[in-house]
């Protein structure tokens, strides 16, 4: 009976040492939420407006009307953005993502003539523009391009692909494509 008890006695205090220690535990902070992603800020959905099924059309240089399409879906998580292009003669893919620690857009372009460029930029005043780094032109001047979404509407926008040789100061159309959403 003796053995019980101090068997017992060393069980309690045990539990006498251990009980303050278990109550400590179950009461540390919440572990820390995980950071914000940039597609869940507000400035992560400037984008949303493009996502969907459009119908393309375009005058080529001859004065021509072209048609194309692009599907543009949100991908990984729904951070993404992510365009299909097809056109005559031309495919192409490009992915966006907005970038919380220059409170810029980040877009990267390939297609299937080889091209693959860089953009960065931002939603302004109802447009969404989308700049190259600078580059020197053929006759040595600094040439900067740029697309602009503009006119943006539930069902249709105006997509514009434009260069400057004057720092921005003038812009020349090199294409300007009309979005109509699909049905």
Known sequence: MLRICFAAA????????????VAADSQT???????????DMPEGAQFDFWVGDWELSWKDPKGN?????????????????????????????????????????RQTWVDSNGSYLEFTGAYADGKMELRMPP???????????????RDIKKDSLTWEWQ?????GQTWKDLWVIQYKRKA
């Open 10 to 21: 060393r069980a309690c205090a045990l539990l006498v040492v251990l009980f303050p220690l």
């Open 163 to 167: 260069s400057s040789q004057d720092g």
């Open 65 to 105: 009307t072209q048609t194309g399409s692009n599907k543009i879906v949100k991908v990984l998580s729904d951070c993404i953005v992510q365009e299909n292009f097809k056109g005559p003669g031309l495919d192409g893919r490009s992915w966006s993502v907005y970038d919380p620690k220059t409170k810029k857009w």
């Open 29 to 39: 902070p919440a572990q820390p939420q995980k950071p914000t992603r940039p597609c």
């Open 135 to 149: 580059t020197k032109g053929p006759k040595g001047k600094e040439v900067i391009r740029r697309m602009v979404f």
